[in-house]
């Protein structure tokens, strides 16, 4: 279940109360655990809000509210449908955008683990990967997004 601001993330839908994706000064939080043992807090921000995030090196999960279901598979009550890393955040955004890469397909949540190694991030995507088999990961799979820096 996702913790934003206190109240669990399907909790804030029922009462209406998603204002936090507005706020781009203070983004909510939610962890994801991997199989292997991993958590990883993330921040939570709209889409919209990424590409403020210029030179920001993270590993970065696009994502949808979903109810508690197998589509659930973080149970955090979010569905991860991609996941990248990259040295600028930002302008990686962009190149997603220019490309339609996630058109369509309602994933307007960003989650972001801000972290410097490249190496690090490389790592930390593959065990997210491993874990969540995002759909558009296998999608994209053909224009490989490479790491922008």
């Keep these: 279940m996702a913790i934003v601001d206190g109240r669990p993330i399907d909790r804030l839908k029922a009462e209406g109360k998603l204002e936090f994706f507005g706020r781009r000064d203070e983004p909510g939080q939610v962890v994801l655990r991997t199989r292997s043992g991993g958590a990883y807090a993330f921040e939570v ?34 569905e991860i449908g991609y996941i990248g890393k990259t040295g600028d955040l930002g302008r990686q955004d ?9 058109a369509g397909y309602g994933f307007g949540i960003v989650l972001v683990l801000r972290n410097e190694p490249a190496p ?8 997210l990967i491993d874990t969540f088999d995002p759909v558009l990961n296998d999608l994209l ?9």
């Design 45 to 78: 921000h709209p889409q919209e809000a990424v590409s403020d995030l210029a030179d920001v090196a993270a590993v970065y999960c696009y994502a949808r509210a979903v109810p508690a279901t197998e589509a659930d598979a973080s149970g955090t009550g979010l």
């Design 94 to 102: 962009a190149e997603h955008e220019a490309r339609g890469d996630f």
């Design 120 to 127: 690090a991030r490389a790592e930390i995507r593959r065990d």
């Design 141 to 149: 799979r053909s224009i490989e997004c490479g790491e922008v820096s």
